[in-house]
């Protein structure tokens, strides 16, 4: 005898289809789904390469949802500009709340199978399913303790151990706050502790991309997606203010919809790289980072 229920599995997880419909219609409401899903996603990142507001509120987003791709951020965008706090269903039962009568979910796309193309290469089919801001959610029973913000040395120690040159620091940076060599950033000192953050973060996302170019058959300018993976880095942390633009602000005037979500998943892929390399340190207390080390020099 099978030990789980397979009905019960499906009932629980699998979506239903509306049995007012028919298969074909399902399928047709499915594929009006995507081509929904498709056009949005398309025209914000429109939006986003010619308005600098618009990039501002998306990199903020991509900060608070590190985990999402840019197309899903865009569609949380067009849906629940204000959610600060995703889930489906499970994962919101699973902290013991439950979903506001009448709140409609927010429409994201996930992965399904994989299939073969009329030129023979692979492509894979996408799936419109549903999460819920937190503000749609009645979380008087949470279960959970909340979590409270890392201090500012444990942040710094944590982006310093993801960097990967040396870090010094020094009395005067020429007119700078910071800059990289081949080998070394430097980052004055005296400066308060958003300055600071917020230079190294845009020194080290440049000299990660640096690396990443070098493995690529196409080197191209940088700038773009070092920098905007430092805003999403500086949101995710809590230490944004505008001085991750210092490198200027990034062109994504003349390129399509396409490319510019391109563009920002590398700078996504990057963000959540270093992150990754700071929560190592940040849940790892007793491992703590090299300080930058003194010098005197001035460029």
């Known amino acids: 005898m099978a030990d789980f229920d397979l009905d019960k599995v499906l009932e629980t997880t699998s979506t239903p289809i509306d049995p007012r419909l028919s298969k074909e219609e399902w399928a047709e409401r499915k594929s009006q789904e995507r081509g929904w899903a498709f056009e949005t996603s398309d025209r914000m990142a429109a939006e986003i390469g010619t308005d600098e507001r618009a990039l501002n509120r998306f990199l903020s987003a991509q900060g608070r949802f590190l985990g999402y ?26 902290k013991g709340c439950y979903i506001k009568k009448g709140e409609r979910g927010i429409s994201i796309l996930e992965p399904g199978e994989e299939h073969k193309r009329d030129d023979g290469s692979v492509g894979i089919s996408w799936n419109v399913t549903k999460v819920f ?37 020094v009395e005067e940076a020429y007119y700078e706050k910071s800059y990289r ?30 690396l990443f170019n070098e493995c690529r058959s196409n080197r191209r300018d940088q700038t773009a997606t070092t920098v905007c993976a430092a805003y999403i880095l ?14 200027g ?51």
């Open 249 to 299: 602000h990034p062109r994504l005037t003349d390129l399509e919809p396409q490319e510019i979500k391109g563009e920002l998943g590398m700078a996504c892929e990057l963000a959540r790289d270093i992150s990754k390399k700071m929560e190592r340190t940040l849940n790892s207390p007793q491992k703590e980072a090299k300080p930058p080390k003194q010098a005197d020099k001035t460029r």
């Open 181 to 210: 060599t081949d080998d070394c950033i430097y980052i004055r000192r005296g400066m308060n502790f958003t300055d600071t953050f917020c230079c190294l973060v845009v020194e080290i996302a440049g000299a990660h991309n640096d």
């Open 234 to 247: 500086s949101e995710k942390y809590g230490t944004k203010d505008g001085r991750c633009w210092a490198l």
């Open 69 to 94: 791709s840019p197309t899903n951020v865009m569609l949380v965008l067009a849906q629940k500009p204000t959610a600060t706090r995703l889930g489906d269903n499970e994962y919101w039962k699973d």
């Open 133 to 169: 801001d937190v503000s749609q959610v009645d979380i008087r029973t949470l279960e959970e303790k909340p979590q409270s913000r890392p201090a500012n040395n444990e942040l710094l120690k944590a982006l310093i151990s993801s960097s990967p040159m040396p870090i010094e620091a």
